[in-house]
Every structure is written in structure tokens, then in C-alpha cells.
């Protein structure tokens, strides 16, 4: 059983690029949530796909966006990228519904940019 | 706001002594609560969650934590820490009236577990 995958493991960017990270659920999930893990701190909610639409999204400007494919896999985009934007990006994935509380989260994609 | 404090940056135990690390939040209602442990350029790994029912709950590698409802506490705990539980530790709050799975986390808190 496959668990939650990401890609790229590592990606550097220039200040004012576009990047996209991608996301691969555990098999049988529906739900994928974004995290952004700056160094030494704990992850912070970015947003969350259902459906393939976002449902709830954390304090990250409109530079961050995403989608959800029909096979549940995800993809964040990040436009006009700033120094600040450094950081661990994990994925988690969930199955929606009564009695699932557990996110699982992938290894994350460490962005960096100079 | 749902908020999660961690006021520890650093425990160090030796091996064999029980560890405690702790948590509290501020959440409205009935919070969900979470501790997560992660390793170096790993991801975030469950450890144990509290949802209802009994204020001890038991996790995976012999971690336990207790609810506090008076406290706003959510310790985490382990009668004898090994080297190999040298990590670091999250605790998380999620809000069950807010629905999904937004899933706020505490600044983390790093466990030295010396032999």
C-alpha cells in the first residue's frame, strides 16, 4: 500500500518564478491538505482539496493556489516566488468522513530560493 | 483563534527515564487533539490523537498522552525513553466544529534522549 508521495524531493528557484509541487494521496484517501514547514517551526496550514475544490484555506496570500485532480492527486503553485517562500512543503492526505481523523503526510519537497 | 503552545524548545532525558513533553492549546469546544513525531528530512509521522472518551489515550512505540480539559493540557508522555525516540515532536489542535481537516500545530519540541 502505497503511501503519500511527493515531487520534486528538492527544487531550487529564483525570487519572482513559478513553481508547481505535486502530490500523490495514500491509496483509498479523497482529501489533500498543503502544509508549508519554515525552518524551525511547526507546519502551517495552506489549503485543503475535496472534490476538487479548495474547502479551507489557511492565512497564505492569493500567490498560492492549487488543484485536485479527478483521481485525487493535487498540485500546489506558488507564483512570484519571494525569499520567504523557503521552506518544507508537505502534503497529508485523509478519507473524509465519520470516524477518520488521521492525516497522513508525505516527505514533504524542500523548496529553496535564492 | 485555535492556538498551540509547546513552551519547551528542547527536553533531554536519559535513556531509561520516564519523558514528558507538554502542550496546550486554546481551541473553542471539544478540540481534536494530535502529537506527530518527525525525523530529519522526513515527514510528519502520527503518533496518537485524542477525539473523545478516555482522558489517557496510548499511541504507537509506547508513547501515551493525557487530556486535560481544565488545564487546556495534552502532554505527552513515555514511562522509559529510548535513544531511538530522539526527535521532534509536534502537538496539534483541530477545530471539529469548523469541519475537514485544517489542522493547526505547535512550534515543536525537541527530544535528546541521551544513553
Known amino acids: 500500500d502505497a503511501g503519500v508521495t511527493q515531487s520534486p524531493t528538492h527544487l531550487i528557484k529564483t525570487r519572482g518564478q513559478q513553481v508547481t509541487l505535486r502530490c500523490s494521496p495514500k491509496s483509498g484517501h479523497d482529501t489533500v491538505s498543503w502544509y508549508q514547514q519554515a525552518l524551525g517551526q511547526g507546519p502551517q496550514f495552506i489549503f485543503q482539496y475535496y472534490e476538487e475544490e479548495e474547502r479551507q484555506r489557511g492565512n497564505f496570500p492569493d500567490r498560492f493556489s492549487g488543484h485536485q485532480f479527478p483521481n485525487y492527486s493535487s498540485e500546489l503553485n506558488v507564483n512570484a516566488l519571494l525569499l520567504g517562500d523557503s521552506a518544507l512543503y508537505l502534503c497529508?492526505?485523509?478519507?473524509?468522513?465519520?470516524?477518520?481523523?488521521?492525516?497522513?503526510f508525505g516527505p514533504g519537497t524542500r523548496l529553496t530560493v535564492t | 483563534a485555535q492556538s498551540v503552545a509547546q513552551p519547551e524548545d528542547q527536553v533531554n532525558v536519559a535513556e531509561g527515564n520516564p519523558l514528558t513533553v507538554k502542550c496546550t492549546y486554546s481551541?473553542?469546544?471539544?478540540?481534536?487533539l494530535f502529537w506527530y513525531v518527525q525525523y530529519p528530512n522526513r515527514g510528519l509521522q502520527f503518533l496518537l490523537k485524542y477525539i473523545t472518551g478516555d482522558n489517557l489515550v496510548k499511541g504507537s512505540y509506547g508513547f501515551e498522552a493525557e487530556f486535560n480539559k481544565s488545564q487546556t493540557s495534552f502532554h505527552l508522555k513515555k514511562p522509559s525513553a529510548l535513544v531511538s525516540d530522539s526527535a521532534l515532536y509536534f502537538c496539534?489542535?483541530?477545530?471539529?466544529?469548523?469541519?475537514?481537516?485544517?489542522?493547526?500545530f505547535g512550534a515543536g519540541t525537541r527530544l535528546f534522549v541521551k544513553a
Open positions: 497529508a492526505s485523509s478519507l473524509r468522513g465519520t470516524g477518520n481523523y488521521e492525516q497522513y
Open positions: 481551541v473553542s469546544g471539544n478540540p481534536y
Open positions: 496539534a489542535v483541530r477545530d471539529p466544529n469548523t469541519g475537514g481537516f485544517k489542522t493547526i
